[in-house]
């Protein structure tokens, strides 16, 4: 499907259900396809991603994916309240990339097309990319001092894996980049390279501790997540906020998508999401599965976690510390792609 395909079965969907719901404010496009040619090809491993506004202090639970007319959307659920000012979404680095270019579905109050023309005034200034990057290491640091270490073993590498993964992002958003989610990696890899610091990609493989795995083991890890995965997808019933992320529908994202990776010599930057889904797929199965089912599925995952080099909570603890003291390291970097960086403006030396 292209893209264009996509986005049209998209906006038909907002326009025939989520814009009659009472608290509707608007909806825009998110995520990796923004910007992307409407004659491009759509990958089997992607989908659409669409924000719709909601008047509600606390927006509904994320709808997530699911298909319409062919194509694989994904909604979430974002308050009206944080979209009140263009200071507040160019701070924000997860809101901003949206902002910068025209990807509004529906606006019937006019609100967001004004947001949209003066996010994309600013964006590229140096200010507010320096602001988004330090909202990133932000979240790096607060994510990694709170990790709660009585909490079930999914819990625990899920509090410590995504604010490990936002090191990425503390780059990407350097670099004018989308801070993608499922390919964060690949994308960091490709701003490194372009910058002249793939030494600094090594390290980041070292924070997350795949650096020394082979393909063949990151092929072995994704084909026993694949039989947690469809155990887990099948007995799912208790809705959490990922819930959609593991189902028959999304399986050609996180299996295939992964399974694509290391056939074309990414099986490092596969590994985050291939983690991701474990610890997601566990947390269903603590909820829903029978203990013989968690008991017999527990081994692949605590192999992936054990070849990652975390085999107890001392260790994770110690993994999260070296991340926190690698903070001045990945900001200098940072600061030096802002200055380089040929469409950041107003840079302040």
């Not at 992320?245 to 399974?259: E, K, N, V, Y």
């Amino acid at each position: 499907m292209k893209v264009g395909a996509a986005r049209k079965a998209a906006i038909e969907w907002v326009d025939q259900y989520a814009s009659q719901d009472k608290g509707f404010r608007g909806a825009y496009f998110s995520g990796s396809t923004v910007g992307q040619p409407e004659d491009e090809e759509l990958s089997a491993s992607s989908d659409i991603d669409v924000v719709i506004v909601t008047e509600a202090d606390a927006p509904p639970i994320k709808l997530g994916k699911f298909d319409y007319k062919g194509a694989l959307v994904e909604v979430t659920y974002l308050s009206w309240k944080q979209l009140e000012s263009p200071e507040e979404v160019l701070t924000s680095y997860h809101l901003a990339g949206s902002f910068r270019m025209d990807s509004i579905i529906s606006d019937p109050t006019g609100h967001l097309r004004k947001l949209q023309i003066q996010v994309s005034q600013h964006f590229a200034e140096w200010a507010w990319v320096h602001r988004r990057c330090g909202n990133a290491r932000e979240r790096i640091e607060i994510g990694l001092k709170t990790i709660d270490t009585s909490a079930p073993l999914f819990d625990r590498i899920t509090s410590w894996l995504f604010p490990t993964g936002v090191t990425t992002h503390v780059l990407l958003v350097a670099a004018l980049r989308n801070p993608t989610v499922r390919l964060r990696y690949l994308a960091a890899r490709e701003v490194l390279i372009s910058y002249g610091h793939m030494d600094i990609y090594q390290e980041l493989l070292e924070l997350l501790g795949c650096h020394l795995m082979t393909p063949r083991r990151v092929d072995y890890h994704v084909r026993q997540l694949a039989r947690t995965f469809d155990v887990a997808a099948k007995v799912a019933k208790t809705p959490f906020f990922f819930s959609t992320d593991i189902t028959t529908s999304a399986r050609p994202i996180a299996i295939d998508g992964s399974l694509k990776l290391i056939q074309t010599g990414f099986h490092h930057e596969a590994v985050f999401w291939i983690v991701a889904t474990f610890a997601r797929c566990h947390k269903i199965l603590a909820a829903d599965g029978s203990p013989e089912l968690q008991h017999e599925l527990l081994p692949a995952f605590e192999e992936i976690i054990a070849d990652l080099g975390i085999t107890s909570t001392d260790i994770l603890l110690d993994r999260a510390e070296k991340v926190i003291h690698y903070l001045p390291r990945l900001w200098d970097i940072a600061e030096q792609i802002m200055s380089v960086n040929p469409h950041i403006v107003n840079k302040k030396f």
